[in-house]
């Protein structure tokens, strides 16, 4: 279907303002593009941008889309590491960069936040309260809490300790496809036992609805000990994490490693001395200083019982900040030196050996290009491993990219359905199609697509995401 | 192309090429904020518009020359994207970017191609 973008901006303009259209060359092509490594194609670049204010707007650009089979690709950040950014239809990018307001209400219990809002900058809006936000992703300045939920993502929390973000929700605003805009939830503090629809939107990754606004209850910022931990190799970190599942001992909320090669890149990124070995990166939490010290003495100890090359308690301060810097900054310095491929691995934690083992020799040995180097680090304790095929030049041909990122991408899930693992932090529908219907009954993906027909049948949102386009 | 131009054009890819599309230098972008937050007028959407312009899938039209035309050059991008760890010398490379196509300029600007 060919679209007349003057004439689309302009209808769209008669909704949300001529100032919230776009529909430019440079504005069509930087709202398509994410971090995929692969270049973009035709058919990825929308018509027109629109960046309606209200969920009234959103509600009238998609009853406008509906009537005309117009696919609409809703906007965050556009920071998802799997292709859930980039459209894969032609039509509308709907950008949810204007629904920014926050709204705190301590005698609630709850907050409610715009779906554009910046993770960071709601985080400091929560500060005073000293209320937790339960969303960890390395894109936390930019990321938007409306993607996060939308994601249901993780990042570097562990589960088993805080949860998913969706367990925090108490309710949402969301603007169906057929333009209805519908709230979801309570607002009560008691979340709703039986059918409810916003366990069902949650982690929908935009295909069923838009997440326009979020409420979330005001969950207290625990006190933290931090703990670092250097081991020989990789595998003495995750045969800790094994143990500690086996034993039932309580996990931080945040649990990470850097493997042996990217441990020495992360610390020399932030300035510190080389490590003998693998890292172990690890946050304890409790209700108060006193507890947390405790369980941070107790989980100290039984670190040591693995024979760490070194393992202690470190308060707040310059040593953490840089220790921590490192894992946020490992696959950033790692990126500088080459082209990364990424994997997600969440196997069944007592497979978590396995799981790497196998992941190690897939990255070892592509079909789609040889002698790349293996790199590997992530949120271990959740469990998440995320094994990087490492080459050391940015000079690969765009569809060598795309096909190392396939491969990569199958040969994770691979893995993932060999020990019984699903993800939890990168919204991987768009890039998983093969996964769900090799995981699942035949069903399952059925199932998906009724679903999508009954809410969406004229399938406008995010098209291409349940059906496996790139 | 004359040889001259021929290595500045690979010079510029490869340093485009470095920037990993993580948006973290639009938000500081003074010509983003003041744009009402138009992604193009960012320094993310400026190294993408040059990549593509290098690569032949945009046309140098009055849009894209607005966008490159717009950056002050302040380096407030380099500082996030040296943080992050890609340290691309984002003001150069528009500054050569610039240069390279500048026999190409479109008349004019505005958004409105």
């Known amino acids: 279907m060919r679209i007349n973008s003057k004439g689309l901006a302009k209808d769209l303009g008669r909704i949300v303002g001529q100032e919230y259209v776009f529909n430019d060359a440079p504005t069509n092509l930087v709202y398509a593009k994410d971090v995929m490594p692969y270049d973009l194609e035709e058919h990825n670049l929308p018509y027109a941008v629109v960046r309606p204010g209200d969920s009234g707007q959103v509600a009238e650009v998609l009853r406008y889309a509906n009537q005309r089979e117009i696919p609409v690709h809703t906007h965050g950040s556009g920071t998802s590491l799997v292709g859930l950014a980039r459209p894969k239809a032609r039509g509308i990018v709907l950008d949810t960069a204007r629904f920014q307001d926050i709204a705190i209400y301590p005698e609630r219990g709850y907050f409610e936040a715009g779906a554009g809002v910046h993770l960071a900058k709601l985080r400091k809006a929560l500060a005073p309260y000293r209320a937790l936000l339960p969303v960890f992703p390395g894109s936390e300045p930019v990321a938007t809490i409306g993607g996060a939920i939308a994601v249901n993502t993780s990042a570097h929390a562990v589960d088993s300790a805080l949860g998913k973000p969706g367990d925090y929700v108490l309710g949402l605003e969301v603007v169906l496809p057929s333009g209805e805009v519908i709230e979801t939830g309570t607002h009560s503090l008691r979340r709703p036992a039986g059918v409810e629809l916003t ?85 304890m939490h409790s209700d108060n200083s006193v507890g947390c010290r405790d369980k941070s ?85 959740a469990p998440t491993l995320h094994g990087y095929a490492f080459i050391p030049t940015k000079d690969i041909p765009s569809q060598v990219k795309k096909a190392i990122t396939l491969e990569v991408r199958q040969k994770s899930e691979n893995i993932n359905i060999k020990y019984g693992g699903c993800g939890g932090e990168w919204g991987l529908t768009a890039q998983r199609i093969d996964f769900l219907k090799a995981r699942y009954q035949p069903a399952y993906y059925q199932l998906l697509l009724n679903l999508k027909k009954a809410l969406d049948p004229t399938n406008i949102l995010n098209r291409g995401n349940l059906e496996g386009w790139l | 192309m004359s040889a001259r131009q021929a290595d500045l054009k690979s010079a510029l890819l490869a340093e485009v090429a470095k920037c990993r599309a993580c948006r973290f230098c639009v938000d500081v972008c003074p010509t983003y904020q003041v744009s009402a937050g138009v992604e193009a007028l960012s320094s993310y959407g400026r190294i993408q518009i040059i990549k593509h312009l290098l690569m032949g899938v945009l046309e140098l039209d009055e849009g894209l020359t607005y966008a490159l035309y717009t950056c002050l050059q302040c380096r407030r991008c380099e500082n996030v994207c040296k943080s992050k760890g890609q340290n691309i010398e984002i003001c150069e490379v528009i500054h050569n970017a610039r240069a390279f196509l500048a026999p190409n300029y479109q008349k004019g600007g505005g958004r409105d191609s």
């Open chain 1, 297 to 381: 003495e107790r989980f100290l100890e039984f670190l040591k019982e693995a024979d760490p090359i070194d393992a202690k308690i470190l308060g707040p301060g310059l040593e953490w900040d840089q220790i921590w810097g490192s894992r946020a900054e490992a696959g950033n310095y790692v990126y500088r030196q080459g082209s990364t491929f990424g994997s997600e691995v969440t196997p069944r934690v007592d497979k978590l050996l396995d799981a790497f083992i196998d992941t190690k020799d897939f990255i070892l040995n592509l079909e789609s290009y040889a002698g790349p180097q293996f790199i590997s680090f992530g949120h271990i304790g």
């Open chain 1, 199 to 283: 366990k069902f939107m949650v982690g929908s990754e935009g295909v069923f609805g838009i997440i326009t606004r979020v409420r979330m209850r005001l969950a207290p910022l625990p006190a933290t000990t931090n703990i670092v931990a250097t081991f020989s190799k990789t595998e003495d970190i995750l045969a800790v994490v094994m143990e500690m599942y086996r034993r039932g001992i309580s996990p931080p909320m945040f649990f990470e490693y850097l493997d042996e090669s990217s441990a020495r890149i992360g610390y020399s990124a932030v300035g510190l001395p080389e490590p003998a070995g693998a890292v172990a990166i690890i946050t």
